[in-house]
């Protein structure tokens, strides 16, 4: 398991910070350590606990060849939550979340592939026996496909699990994936309703530095799920079938 952030390091990247006591959700009493200046105060020392629950939660995902989707779209997450996901080789969402990217997979799948075949083709030269203009209309289908579902293209199947960085802002994203029985880990913040989130992360969701920090220990389950996945496939073919007996003719 991935080093855990000291208390200090996660007051020195903001994730004790709250939202104002005006605007807080009651189902996120147990994780509220007080209040300062108007601000709820994020019990850190739940965060500490929950944290590396959810973390071996991620590793175990992985570790069984599942995939975690990283979702943060609002602006501060966009950069890091696409950069960690690449690191890591996971799907990410960090443009508008497209309804029924969950709830109509099957629909999505032939999207996906579409995409991937287009991609194919232009790279092998293939669309070059198309007029110019039909050239024009394939690599601006390529564009938009990108932008929509460039993220999730090499998903084959549905992810096992979504890691979401706000989920106020990916409401859709939650409400699917409790739809599909897709389960959620999730920073959540002291305005927000943690009932759909499967592992919750009591943590500020708005500073980068918070963000980067629970992002990158995500990231971190992740390869280390990968590196377990390698030993568990390594194990197995080591392991030498069993002699069979045959039975002796009379």
């Not at 020195?12 to 009493?29: C, E, I, N």
């Not at 105060?41 to 989707?69: C, H, W």
């Not at 992360?201 to 980067?212: F, G, L, M």
């Not at 069979?244 to 003719?249: D, G, T």
Request: charged residues 25%.
């Amino acid at each position: 398991m991935a080093k855990m952030p000291s208390l200090v390091d996660m007051l020195q990247a903001g994730v004790h910070f709250g939202h104002q006591t005006s605007r807080w959700h009651p189902k996120m009493a147990d994780y509220i350590f007080g209040s300062r200046g108007g601000i709820h105060i994020v019990d850190l020392e739940k965060t500490q606990t929950m944290l590396p629950q959810a973390l071996e939660y991620v590793k175990s995902v992985v570790a069984r060849g599942g995939n975690v989707m990283f979702v943060g779209t609002k602006r501060q997450a966009q950069p890091i939550v696409r950069k960690y996901a690449e690191q890591c080789g996971m799907p990410h969402v960090t443009g508008r979340w497209l309804g029924g990217t969950l709830t109509n997979f099957v629909q999505l799948k032939i999207t996906l592939k579409r995409l991937r075949t287009l991609k194919d083709q232009r790279e092998k030269g293939e669309l070059k026996k198309y007029t110019k203009k039909e050239q024009i209309i394939l690599d601006r289908e390529i564009l938009e496909k990108e932008e929509k579902v460039g993220g999730i293209q090499l998903l084959e199947k549905p992810p096992e699990a979504i890691f979401v960085v706000d989920i106020r802002t990916e409401k859709t994203a939650v409400d699917e994936a409790n739809t599909t029985g897709t389960k959620v880990v999730a920073m959540c913040d002291t305005n927000v309703n943690p009932g759909g989130v499967d592992y919750v992360i009591p943590s500020n969701d708005d500073a980068v530095k918070a963000i980067e920090l629970i992002t990158r220990l995500v990231a971190e389950a992740v390869q280390e799920g990968k590196a377990e996945a390698v030993k568990i496939a390594a194990a197995v073919a080591a392991q030498k079938p069993t002699d069979v007996v045959k039975p002796v003719a009379v």
